[in-house]
């Protein structure tokens, strides 16, 4: 059975700083670590812009999202369509989430980006804008999933959308050749996505094979260096990345 | 310290085009703005030009492009980088025809959003500014199903400016897209730099806009404009 290394890291961004808004970024990271098989999952979240609480609502369904799939890995993966029933868990999360904090539902809005792997299988989700690809053992770095935005660009879906029953895209399949996986949001989008081509650009496969030869921890370190004094001055935006790294 | 935790240079990352704001000013020139009227417009429009350019990220984002009307519709500057744009001089004569003048913007910012998505560029939702002295001498119908048909799917922004008290102020609200059907109203051609100054610090905001982000833009009241409801 395959073991993995994962890493992730958030920043604010400059346009956050200057309009007094906290960094609405988050990533989180979870294995479990079993006798009926290893759990590895990542998640990342994009706070809305004006709703002042995103930053709990991704901080809340970054970690939810992952304990739920831990402990649902078998059922999610063999379900036909599971899309439904995980939006119906993240919906359910983010009104008690919103009910115990006495935070409007809407304020509580995110983008969600995750990856969880257990016995050789993933299964991959994103909710809005952001980008997840994957890399394999001939060093393809492929887009898994686009960014789904609405035609507009300060328009995209939220895990608070419940008007969009389609706004969350699974992929499920087996790792087979996947020897790697990267998630990040539309801040770091702007440097690592060619969104002429629609592709990553392959300093992505420099920043996932980053993984072979260090620690989760020295990567992380390096991973917030790189976001604050490289990428995060393309934009204004939060900038958050998350990568995966079989080992 | 942290020198050895960079594996990224600036050269490593993809230079993604600017996400552009395309905005068309729709501007009446009939007869009836003759003279003073017509060469203060020219002045704000100019005003405007100059306030996006001396916006550090503005002047990436917006583009500008401009229709007249009078008799005829006629786009006198079509969508280009800013730095590349001269205004043209404006001259009034002739009828209204006000209908035809906003399916022109309309077909002409269909056609950049079009250029943007063959492109890979991201683009924001298209502005357009109706400005009008007086009546429409053609028919409206078609452009206002238009319009509202994009406003409601929030596909358009259109503010509606009348210049004046002779502009038909009922006219103006069936193509607003601004909340209870508002229209500005500029009060005399000496205050169209301040309805500019207005604009350009209103479509600075959307250029810096990020997902989710609800753009309140700056009070009209204080630019010195009125807002009919």
Redesign the interface.
């Known amino acids: 059975m395959s073991k993995w290394k994962i890493a992730s890291s958030y920043i604010i961004g400059q346009g956050h700083i200057q309009k007094d808004i906290p960094c609405q970024d988050r990533t989180f990271k979870l294995v479990n670590k079993s006798s009926k098989g290893n759990f590895y999952g990542l998640s990342l979240a994009d706070g809305a812009g004006s709703c002042k609480h995103s930053d709990i609502g991704a901080e809340h369904i970054t970690k939810k999202i992952l304990h739920f799939l831990n402990s649902k890995f078998l059922y999610i993966s063999k379900k036909k369509n599971p899309s439904n029933y995980i939006l119906r868990f993240i919906e359910k999360e983010l009104k008690s989430l919103s009910h115990k904090r006495n935070i409007i539902f809407k304020d509580l809005s995110s983008t969600l980006l995750f990856i969880a792997i257990k016995d050789n299988k993933f299964i991959i989700g994103h909710i809005g804008d952001g980008v997840i690809g994957v890399l394999d053992k001939n060093s393809n770095l492929k887009t898994l999933s686009k960014p789904m935005n609405g035609e507009f660009s300060n328009s995209t879906f939220f895990t608070t959308s419940t008007y969009y029953k389609h706004r969350l895209r699974i992929i499920k399949g087996s790792i087979k050749e996947s020897i790697g996986f990267i998630l990040m949001s539309d801040g770091t989008e702007e440097s690592l996505y060619d969104k002429q081509k629609e592709s990553l650009i392959d300093s992505n496969k420099i920043i996932i094979n980053w993984l072979n030869k260090n620690s989760e921890t020295k990567v992380e370190e390096g991973l917030y260096h790189n976001l604050e004094q490289i990428i995060s001055k393309q934009t204004s935006d939060d900038c958050s990345i998350g990568i995966m790294k079989r080992c | 310290m942290?020198q050895n935790?960079?594996?990224?240079?600036?050269q490593?990352?993809?230079?993604?085009?600017t996400?552009r704001l395309p905005v068309c000013l729709c501007l009446d020139v009939s007869g009836s703005m003759h003279g003073k009227p017509i060469e203060e417009l020219r002045k704000g429009v100019q005003y405007f030009f100059e306030a996006i350019k001396s916006d550090e990220?503005a002047r990436y984002s917006v583009e500008l492009s401009i229709v007249v009307f009078q008799s005829n519709v006629t786009t006198i500057l079509d969508f280009a980088n800013i730095d590349r744009q001269r205004i043209p001089s404006l001259t009034a004569s002739g009828l209204t025809s006000m209908g035809a003048g906003v399916e022109l913007a309309l077909d002409i910012l269909e056609k950049r959003k079009s250029e943007y998505s063959a492109?890979?560029?991201?683009?924001?939702?298209p502005w357009m500014v109706l400005m009008t002295d007086g009546y429409p001498t053609d028919n409206t119908s078609n452009a206002i199903n238009k319009v509202n048909r994009l406003g409601n799917n929030?596909?358009l922004t259109l503010f509606p400016v009348a210049i004046g008290n002779s502009a038909d102020i009922s006219i103006l609200k069936e193509f607003s897209t601004m909340n209870q059907n508002a229209v500005l109203k500029v009060k005399s051609a000496q205050y169209f730099k301040d309805f500019f100054e207005w604009l350009s610090q209103s479509v600075a905001m959307?250029s810096?806009?990020?997902?989710?982000?609800?753009?309140t833009a700056p009070n009209p009241r204080d630019f010195n404009l009125e807002i009919e409801l």
């Open positions: 942290a935790l960079m594996i990224l240079r600036q490593d990352l993809v230079s993604n085009p996400t990220i492109k890979g560029v991201d683009y924001y939702q929030k596909k959307v810096q806009s990020i997902p989710g982000e609800k753009i």
